[in-house]
């Protein structure tokens, strides 16, 4: 395992032909991460727009469409010829925009493609099952998905702690300085905030544009937030630690906004395609990876609120129905309860978003009250 990760990385920094953008030519403004970042976003943004329609077209052709599960509200049956996997797509997009802008002798950098393209692989294998066999419960075991979100989240978790010297402290907001140094028990902590915000963001996307809009939000606060982390002016002035060479991952954030907005234009109510398991789960991966080295785990609640509000949910309804026989919910996770209230699909979708942006703001506003 080790070894194929050192040789992953070995690989990509010696693919000198994206190794950075702003080296082919000699104007000093492609060394500013800012402007690089802008290249990025609108690389990934025009390379989704541009794939997905011939994506749809060829799902269509191949019958890739979501299988609906039985349970599901009724509203949703109508969905389900409509294509999925088009993560692959904005993932593509994403990666393809990632060479191109970011430095790629960066281990950060190559870290996050390493997870992403881990938890991409799992989610593809589970999209698969689902599709081959015409049933929303055949593709991987809830056990089997954990178990290879964990080791791929531990790989790159212990590859932070033993070959980057990554910082195991601990922070929380409003506090200027480090609670503890968490050791080398960072490193199942780390694995566990990668995989738990995957997972979340798997439960949200269950409505057109329901999870793709609060991801965006959430990129965005954490894409500001690696840049201040990694740079030591900012970091200084608003009291944020500082980790040299994570702020070129706020190049990545903003080449998955732009391929997640891409996306948007397909998966907005009604959706032409669905991003399924292998768009989803590396967008928490990722998520989570953004908070973990800017040391803003803590703060994940809040940039991702919708996702916790959807995760909680779905627990409080199991363990509800468990202990006393009883739901707490019509239906989990919570966008399904407010179906079965009736509540019209884009007013709940809007209405989330709503709560995204202002949670992400309020998480912002925490950068400066310290």
């Not at 929303?136 to 178990?147: E, F, H, I, Q, T």
């Not at 884009?346 to 202002?358: D, G, P, Q, S």
Request: hydrophobic share 55%; with cysteine.
């Amino acid at each position: 395992m080790w070894r194929l990760y050192k040789e992953f990385f070995t690989t990509a920094r010696d693919f000198s032909m994206f190794y950075w953008l702003y080296s082919f030519y000699d104007v000093n403004i492609f060394h500013y991460i800012t402007v690089r970042a802008l290249i990025g976003f609108f690389a990934a943004f025009c390379l989704t727009i541009l794939m997905m329609p011939s994506f749809i077209r060829w799902a269509k052709a191949k019958k890739m469409k979501q299988p609906i599960y039985s349970l599901a509200p009724e509203s949703h049956q109508g969905k389900k010829n409509t294509p999925t996997m088009g993560g692959l797509v904005f993932m593509c997009a994403t990666f393809v925009a990632t060479l191109l802008s970011a430095k790629m002798d960066d281990m950060y950098v190559l870290s996050s493609i390493f997870l992403m393209l881990g938890f991409m692989a799992i989610g593809l294998t589970d999209d698969l099952g689902k599709i081959l066999g015409g049933k929303n419960d055949l593709g991987l075991s809830a056990r089997g998905k954990l178990y290879g979100q964990f080791f791929v989240a531990l790989s790159v978790s212990a590859f932070l702690y033993f070959s980057l010297d990554f910082p195991s402290t601990f922070y929380i907001p409003f506090v200027k300085t480090q609670l503890f140094d968490m050791g080398l028990a960072a490193i199942p902590f780390w694995a566990l905030v990668m995989v738990a915000a995957s997972n979340a963001v798997n439960i949200t996307d269950g409505l057109d544009g329901l999870a793709t809009v609060p991801s965006v939000f959430a990129f965005v606060s954490l894409g500001i937030l690696v840049y201040i982390t990694g740079n030591a002016v900012w970091s200084g002035y608003l009291f944020l630690p500082k980790v040299v060479g994570v702020g070129e991952l706020s190049i990545v954030a903003f080449c998955m906004v732009g391929a997640l907005l891409g996306f948007l234009w397909y998966n907005s109510n009604p959706a032409e395609v669905f991003m399924g398991d292998s768009g989803s789960l590396p967008i928490g991966g990722l998520m989570g990876f953004l908070a973990v080295v800017s040391k803003s785990e803590i703060l994940l609640i809040l940039l991702g609120f919708v996702f916790v509000l959807e995760t909680l949910s779905v627990i409080i309804q199991i363990a509800s129905y468990k202990s006393r026989g009883k739901r707490v919910f019509l239906m989990a996770p919570l966008h399904h309860h407010f179906e079965m209230k009736k509540w019209a699909e884009n007013k709940i979708i809007v209405r989330f978003w709503i709560v995204a942006l202002l949670s992400n703001i309020i998480a912002l506003l925490t950068i400066k009250i310290r």
